[in-house]
């Protein structure tokens, strides 16, 4: 079966729009502290808040657990979602268009991945 890709510029105006906060807070309860947001991790158990969203970065870290990234990976983890179903969920929510590589389009992006992995080989 060949499932749809994702275009890439679909996935950086997702990344683009979405806002951490928002996607974060309706799973945590977060509380700013100056420039940033604090809560207790989900990932983990802890009395003490050691989990930090920065919205100017649109990132996520734990200092317990180490765990971070974007709301796209956040969504991935909390729900254990695929990427493209957490990434197709936010562009439905932020309202971003979504377009798909054609076949000509994934043959070449495969190309291009699999000579990076072997310069990655090369390089090793």
Known sequence: MNI???HPNT???????SDIVD???????LRKRGKDHVGLCPFHEEKTPSFTVSPSKQLYYCFGCQ???????????????SFSDVVLDLAQRYQVPVQTLQPEQREQLQRQLSLQEQLYEILA
């Open 4 to 6: 749809p890709r994702l």
């Open 11 to 17: 996935i950086e105006a997702v990344k683009e729009r």
């Open 23 to 29: 996607v974060i807070s309706e799973h945590v309860v």
């Open 67 to 81: 765990a971070g990234g974007n709301a796209i990976k956040f969504l991935m983890e909390i729900g254990k979602h």
